[in-house]
């Protein structure tokens, strides 16, 4: 009989991996939350809540709020005495809240998982990630202080452990943050760590994340010219680091600041030569389909005629530069 239940089981999750390597993610759900049921009848309990968090995740990426949400219930239920299963289901009913925009329910479910976390006594690199979720939960909340104490725990964890590089980072993370939530002066600040100066003076990639930080608080303060030169910063770093993602990223607050001081030309090249240098790193249809949609909004905002009269003038000044 456990061996005829068992083969079932396996069936169930071999279905649910097919289902996911043909893109049919409700169909790898339904099968996930069949092996969690088949896994239970066994008296697996810990398999059971290890597929119904696979299946909120799955939820959860699709979209289902209620659906992801009540498969996140069920992971601790499936194995009620297990920490494990009660931090699982609590992280995914944070991810879940976060992503629904429930900032109270995220910042509630966040801090269970706090506790068992420390209950589980998790590696700190693991404590470092559950508490920047939570700081993150807690900004976009409206509570700024404890977002950044938070986000200050989470650095210290990682320093003097094979993770102390990550410390920078975790501060970069929590400027992008204040950043978002309108805390210009924080950002400012956490910039201006010491390991944070130091450590994107070594790291290109870094050095570009933070140059465009630096470009934002510039065009907030009014400063476009300033932005400018930040961008530009960014753009050289990012494109030192190979980071493409990044060199976009810096290409098109480049060209923002660029339109904020009113030369469309600039802002037009600037996305141009972006559209080669990333054909060259990534292959032509990448580079189209990351560029071309920037460029489309920039044709609604500046108008078809003025946009074209733009694009004109850089392949006139383009060519008589080739030639």
């Known amino acids: 009989m456990s061996r005829r239940h068992g083969g079932a089981g396996l ?3 071999h279905q649910a991996q097919a289902a996911l390597a043909s893109g049919d993610w409700p169909a790898a759900a339904r099968h996930l939350r069949a092996a969690a049921r088949q896994a239970l009848s066994q008296g697996d309990r810990a398999h059971a809540a290890q597929c119904e968090q696979m299946a909120a995740s799955l939820l959860r990426a699709l979209g289902s709020t209620e659906e992801a949400r009540a498969a996140a219930r069920r992971i601790a239920r499936r194995d009620p005495h297990s920490g494990v299963a009660r931090f ?3 992280v995914e009913l944070a991810e879940t809240a976060m992503e629904a925009g429930e900032l109270a329910s995220a910042v509630a479910a966040w801090q269970a998982a706090t506790q068992e976390m420390h209950e589980l006594n998790l590696p700190l690199w693991a404590q470092a990630t559950v508490l920047r979720r939570l ?29 102390e590089r990550d410390v920078p980072w975790i501060d970069l993370e929590q400027a992008r943050n204040a950043m978002e939530v309108g805390a210009f002066e924080r950002t400012r600040t956490v910039l201006a760590r010491v390991a944070v100066v130091r450590a994107a003076a070594a790291d290109p990639h870094l050095s570009a994340e933070c140059a465009m930080l630096q470009a934002e608080l510039a065009l907030a303060a009014g400063d476009a010219e300033a932005a400018c030169r930040s961008a ?3 753009r050289a770093a990012a494109l030192e680091a190979v980071a493409p993602v990044c060199f976009l990223a810096a290409c098109a607050l480049l060209a923002r600041a660029a339109d904020q001081t009113g030369d469309r030309l600039e802002a037009y090249r600037v996305l141009a030569t972006a559209w080669v240098t990333l054909g060259d790193l990534l292959g032509e249809p990448v580079a189209q389909s990351w560029v071309s949609p920037l460029l489309s909004l920039y044709r609604v905002a500046w108008g078809t005629a003025a946009f074209d009269a733009v694009k004109a003038g850089h392949d006139q000044r383009r060519r008589a530069t080739l030639g």
Do not use: I, K, M, Y
């Not at 900004?139 to 938070?150: P, T």
């Open 135 to 163: 700081a993150r939960a807690l900004a976009l909340a409206g509570w700024a202080e404890d977002a950044w104490s938070r986000f200050d725990q989470a650095s210290s964890l990682c320093e003097g452990t094979d993770h």
């Open 88 to 90: 699982a289901s609590d």
């Open 11 to 13: 069936s169930a999750v």
């Open 232 to 234: 530009r910063s960014a």
